[in-house]
Every structure is written in C-alpha cells, then in structure tokens.
C-alpha cells in the first residue's frame, strides 16, 4: 500500500460538447463576449446568439472559475460555465460564427492564459482565422453617445478602423480575457481584434453593447434585428438619467458632480 | 549529475483506505457534512455516522488543507483530513450510505474543484448515484425554527422538496465544497441535491442541524435516534437565548439591536 | 515550429548531494530545526551541527523559497536553501543522525507538504524511522524558565514525555513544516516528535533553544558540549532583561505592561 | 465520452524563435536587464541593443506575465514577453553577447525561478559560461555620482570589483529575477555576477544606467558610443533637480526633507 502522497491534475478544464459529431464549419470567426464591466461584451453577444438562434456547441468548465454553483429561478443549480454556440452563414451572416458567452472569467492570471489557449483550441479545430473580443473601455462618465476603440493584432485590421467609425488606441493596455484571447491568436497565426465600448463603469450599460454590436456587425458583415438590444439600451438611458438626476440633486450648491467630469484617462477591462 | 530543477507533482491528494478490501456496497448514496458555518452540517454528518455506527471506509489528506497538524486531547496528533465513513443497508435505512466528514475545507479555490472529484472518484468505485450536501444559509438573524432550503441538480428532485417541508432556492449561488461536489456531480451523471439550514452565522448551530438532518432523513429514508442531537439543539437554543438577552439588554433605549433586525438578504456557505 | 504555449514543471525542487556515493547510515532519527519565531528550532540544530562536527549531505532548492539570492560577507552570493548534515554514531551519539537547517521555509502552504515529502523521501534512504521537530510555543511574554511542550504521532512516546521533562500538549495545532513533517512521517509509517520551547515571541531566543536542545539530547540520547549555545542563551536573557527594564520605565504610573502579563493561551509556530 | 475534468499544463511559457536556424555563437555571456525600480536595468540594456546593433533570437512569452496585452503606437497590439537579443564578436566588443530585455517580470515567485530556467536553458544552447544581471539599489536619496554594488556567484569574480570601482556587497539579499537567474545559473556550472546601480526609488533613473552601464562594460570589454545614454542621463538629472527644488519649496521652515536624508539603509530589487 503506497502511503505516499500522489499528484493529480491540478489546473483543469472540461469540455463538454453537446454532441460527438461536431458541425461543419467554414472557418468561422470565433467572436467572444465575457462578462466584465457594465457587461457591455455579454450582452452584445446574448443578443447575437439570440437573434441568429445559434446552438449550443459546448459548454466550458474550469477549476479557475469562481468554486461555486449558480441557481436558476427554477431551483436547479449547475456549475459556472463558459458556452460556445455556432451560426451558419445564412441571409444575416455572410459567414460561420463561433460566439462565446460565460457566467465568469477565471480567478488566477495564469488561468486566463490557459483558458484562452483551450478556447482556441476549440476554434483551431473548425480553422477559424479571425477572432474578436468585445470589451468596455471604462471612463467614470456617462455619455450620450458610447465611442468604440479599437486595436489589433495586423496594422492591415488597424487601418480599416476609421471607415467602420472605430477609434484606434494607440497606447495603453487591454486586461483580462479580452486581451489575451487576441494576443494568443496572433501566436497562432490568427488574426485578432478588441473592441471596446465606452461605459461608465457604474450600470450595466446596454448602450455600450449596442454601440459595440452595431461596429461589430459592419465589420463580420452580419445582419441582425437590433429591437431588442435597443429597447435595453432604452432601458440603460433611463437609468442613467435617473443616477445624472439624483447626483444633480445632490450637487445643488455649486460643485460640478464627480460623475459629470471628463476624465483625464480612463481604464479598460 | 543533472543540477536542473525537478518537478514534484503539486496539488497532491492522498487516500488511504482502511483494508485494501473495499466493503460490498449497493449504488450508496453519498452525503456530505464539510466544516463551514455554525458547523450545521458537520454536526448533522457526525451524528448519522455515529447512529448508523457506520465503519471507516478512507482518510483523504490534501496538500490543499491548511499547512498543519491537530493535537488530541492525549497528546498524539495528527495531518488534517476528510474522511469516508460507509453504513450498510438495515432496519434503519433501506440503503447503503457513504457519509462524508472533516477537519477542514481546501484552502484554494482550485483545490476545491479537485476534491470534490476526488471524493466523487470514490464514490464512484461503489457506483454511487444519488449525492448530498449539508450546508448553511446564512441569515445574521436568530430564529425560533430554522428552515431549510434546497437546490438539486435535476428538477425532478427539485419537484420533491414541498412534501419534504424543503424551500426551493430560485436564485443566488452556492459557495465551496457543498456547491462544487453536486455542481460536479451533474457532470458526472450523478444526481446532486444541497440542503441549506437557515442559521445566524454566530453560533455553532446544532439545532440547524437537526432541522437539516430532519429534512435529510425522510428524502434519503434512514431512521436512527435523535435525540443526542435534540440535545445538542438545546444547548445552542440557550446560548441563542443567552447572547439575544445581552443583546437586549445593551440595546435598552429603543434602538432595535442588529442581531434581531429581518434581513433583506442572506448569503449561503 | 509549433506556437502552443508548452508546460514546464511548475513546483520544483532540487537536491544536490555533496557526493554521489551516499553515506552508510543506520536508520539515522532526523532532526529539523527549521527558521522560524524566535529561531529556537534553528539555533539548537544548528549548535549541534557544528558540536557535532556533522558532515553535509545535501542542499535542497525550491521554487517555493522566496525568490531571492542571500549575499555572505565575502560578497559570494547563492540561491536560499535547507541543507541536510549527518553525523554517525559516536562517544557522543548513540545513533546515526540526520540535521536538517535552512534559508527559508516555503511561501506556500501547497509547497510546505511538497517540501516535508521531498525531506522524508531523503530520511528513507536511510531508513529513518523516527523524526524530530524543534518548534516555538509563542506566549508574548518573557519566562525565567522556557518550558518545553511536546507532541506526537504515538501515544508510547507521548507516555515518555514526562520523565523527560516535557508537557504533554492535548490540544491545539501546530502550523508548517515543524508540524507537516511529523504528520506526513505517521502516514509513512515513521514515529515523529515535536518539542516546542517557550519562547516571548519578540527576540532571537537562544534560552529557549538551550531549554528545547537539553530535552532532544535526553530523548535521542546524544551528548554535545552546550558551552557555546549557554554562552547565547545568556546573551538572550540580558537582551530581555533590557527590554523588561525599557518596558517597566514606561510603565511607570501604575499599569502592568503588557510584555509582563500571563496570557491566557498562546500560538504555535 | 468522458466527463471528467481533464488536465491542462499549468505554468506555460513559450519560446519563439526567429528562425529555425540558430546563430552560431562561441560562448556568449548572457547580459539580462528587466524592468524593475527605475528602470535601472532596463534602460541600460536598451541601449546595448540599439548601440551593438543586436539581432533578434527569441521571444519568451510567459502565463506568469500579467494578463494583458500591450498596444503600440500605430495600434497593432501583442502580448506582454521578454525578448534575446544577439551580438556576435566585432571590434567593438570581444566576445559574442545574449542580451535579455523585456516588458515586466513574472508575477508569482514560482514562476519566476521557472522563467530563469528557462533563460538559462536558451543561453545554454550556445554555451553559455557568464550571466551578468543588471539591477537597482534603491536608497530613497538622489545622488549625484550614482555608486555601483556587485555580487557574484565566485570569490574570483568578487576579488575583480574593485578594480572596476564597483562596492562589493557584504550582507542582504537580491530580490526577484536578477537574484534568481545568476544563483541558478551558479547551480548550473555557470559564473554570475549581479551590478547594482545605485538610484532614488522616485523617478525612470538613466543616470544610475549610464554607471551601470559603464562598470559592465569594462567587465565584459564591450566598447559602445554612450552619447545617447548620456543625453538620458541629463534628462534625469534635470528632473531630479526639479524635484528636488519642489521639495525644498516645501520645506522652507527648517525641516529637512526626507528625500535627502541620508538613509541607514537601502533596498535592492
């Protein structure tokens, strides 16, 4: 009897995916939205995988996401999870797509890194060649109108920004996922890009998503009813003009409110 | 002589088992009674391996417990550990049980995921199906009955709990080793079911146990003598009653002391 | 040319042996005095390494001592490290005997378990079956006398701890390697021991490890000359009592400095 | 199917080399300068590789690099990594060089004494007999003739300082990367030696890299034009003297500011 204590695996990602047979698909580009601030990435991609009614390809579990089961409102619980799901080209989209959704990004540095590898592994076996994270670009402000800031991993990607109304960052950083899911790619002989939606950083902020969506979709060429997705950004607007209120309300005396300046710099997530 | 650093295998889980002939068991179902808040569901665990005078089946000792050991009251001490006791089919239960107790939870996060499939192997040797947990809901408030609460892996469990005087959860999450071991569960084919005893989080909280244990008994149908732990569940109702009356008594001057305030929320452990 | 990110190993330790031919040794005990508060463990092994005039066996590395390189005062620098002495049967020593000194312990609690394995596989070369720890009792306060504690993995040593002078401790914990090595050396079928000295907690204690080398000696049955470690053990006490006496002067006007007081439970270390 | 969590590599690094093909190379003395407090060593290297002309040889990229990626001027972004550089013999220098520069240092001190093996193993590929890491001591002054310390791996190296005016180091620790890769590379037959440029803490510090630069130089015999570093240098000095009158501004009344004192002690990074 060895007494010994013995090794297992100690980072771990299980994919499960719905079927054996995979689906064939024609180098789809691989568009990723995880949840982050303002959830400005997930919820564009929600409504994308909606509005193509995309199916389920394969749910990702990791040993790096948060240790813990998540309830849904009729009291079964699961793991959290990232989903990859997969849409045809049809009349919408003049290509196959891969989108991935997710309950958290993993809690450990080094598990990002893996999990991207993993993520495109999976995209690696349908030979996809383009890849897109959608991320916020976080200011402290709210705005009327949400910019979208752009980099790449070509300067060929760079240069057609400004014809789809992107705004090319040309310093800084993009953490998380979001970042290395491109930065991966680039190793890989993919091509990536980051957009990143301006948001405040204090609501869930759906015009963002729209915002970021509406470049998206010009850039993949792929067309979608946007209804709903607008009626969440109505949803959005309003609940910003309520916050504006209430802080104006409070700023009555003089003093500029801290959520109304314009920053200097913002943060990107 | 190669100088180059070695690797060692890292997170290291060790199983010992009582005899190297494992015990005769019928698909037993598996509950578990992790360490955690008000040790509601430890209490209840030790309490059923002590009924069922159910025989040790395995230690687990993980590179992942808490960096320490634990002196008994003579002297001789010892690594921390879980450890699997199991209880055949008799008067008292009309199943084989595997049941589940320890000194400690893991201290990280990913370690968490590897126990759990750890403690799922073996019951997996015995062709286990039916899983269980015990955990706490946590509330910051005393109360006279503690409920409980229940999620489950499969809504046909779910469907059960009314009869069963168990209160669907509809939302929120599951925390640790009492999430992750159902969350895993479902993964592998098996059904998970976690049962949530309302408790203060201030006290050691036996007679949340009993109200949990209570629950436990008519959906796993074992019988045994409670009244060992109906004891117990007196002892803490004259501690609840001790601290509500200091409480009180500081609170004299109208304020309405915290401890007794309704809460809005609760979190679960 | 392949681009995937590829695995290194990530825990890694290194054992340099001084020779490739290893000493004969007849189930030596081993003997740890690891740095840790008040360097009590240290100090002891590290007197009775050089009384003994032990010979080096080998130098262990880990990637989980701090990241860092210690300078000697002739400017020669080298990575940290525990360094493992032996010294055979002698006048002096009735047994073969392993010393364990070090650097560092581990930053990890993963790598503390990593580490006791690494040091136990090196005492089964040698068929060690009986392993010692020298471990502080943190009171916070200063004694005339540092008493010694002890622990066991069996209770036929824990019985002979009394005629040697050493309190039996019967409840409590031991954190780190002092108690992980002992732990782990039960589950591999070995006898462990730890003897903790009495120790304020707030100076290099040389007394306390004078106290705790006086007990070792009796229960291995080994006798070195103490002159040099009395010698410290002095120096210790005219540092405390120069702290007692900075303390009291303060403390003029009535109230009993803290330093002084009897605590009413201590930590282990 | 099997549904059980599989294992991924967890620490990954990833080496991409230019060309299949490696460069010839007759023991080059590896010369690393990562970023750390004021960009000491950092800084010093740049110019080595800008002045020598050097080639690429590999990329390093790391899963222990913060988890980002890094966006360039024009827009084109790519993960964070360490780069090697190569310099074979010329006139201006009489030996082949590996020079070591790069976007940040690993984040986890596992990791980093991994990625120092992985650097070694690179430069052992071409026979690699000397490592010379560039680092800072910070003292929390600003100076105006920045001392340069040393430590090495052998008293012959050591015996050699003064010579070159460099302070011999007689007690304390080197931190990090630096530390790391010369005491591995003394495990692994290699001689190290680490500079210290001796700098503020408070400001990107040129001028302790121009005296770095300087003393390595007359080390290595390697002869460069310095006039750019120098013009760096005076920008340094320029800011330094601009602080520094903020400083006294403030501290009109009799004070002496703290960033002048004279420290009793220092630390190194």
């Known amino acids: 009897m060895n007494l010994n204590f013995v090794s297992l695996p100690q980072t771990t990602i299980n994919v499960v995916y719905s079927s054996v047979d995979l689906p064939q698909l024609q180098s789809p580009c691989l568009i990723c939205g995880f949840p982050g601030t303002g959830y400005v990435g997930k919820i564009a991609i929600d409504h994308l995988i909606q509005e193509l009614n995309a199916k389920h390809l394969a749910d990702i579990y990791s040993a790096s996401f948060p240790p813990q089961i998540i309830i849904r409102p009729d ?40 999990l991207a590898e993993q993520i495109l592994d999976i995209a690696a076996k349908f030979n996809t060649k383009k890849v897109f994270t959608l991320a916020a670009s976080v200011t402290g402000v709210f705005v009327d109108k949400p910019r979208v800031f752009g980099t790449a991993t070509d300067s060929d990607i760079v240069k057609t920004f400004s014809e789809k109304n992107i705004l090319t960052m040309d310093s800084g950083i993009v953490v998380g996922m979001n970042g290395l899911i491109i930065g991966i790619a680039k190793l890989r002989g993919m091509q990536g890009t980051c957009l990143l939606g301006e948001t405040s950083g204090y609501v869930v902020d759906a015009k963002a998503s729209k915002s970021i969506l509406e470049r998206l979709l010009s850039v993949v060429d792929i067309k979608v009813d946007m209804n709903k997705l607008e009626k969440k950004a109505k949803d959005t607007e309003r609940l910003i003009q309520s916050v504006q209120q209430q802080v104006a309300e409070k700023a009555v005396g003089g003093q500029q409110p801290g959520l109304l300046r314009k920053p200097d710099i913002g943060y990107i997530a």
């Open 75 to 114: 009291g079964v619980t699961e793991l959290m999870k990232n989903t990859i799901f997969y849409s045809k080209a049809s009349v919408s989209s003049s290509n196959d797509v891969l989108l991935l959704t997710g309950d958290s990004q993993p809690i450990s540095p080094e598990s990002e890194y893996l």
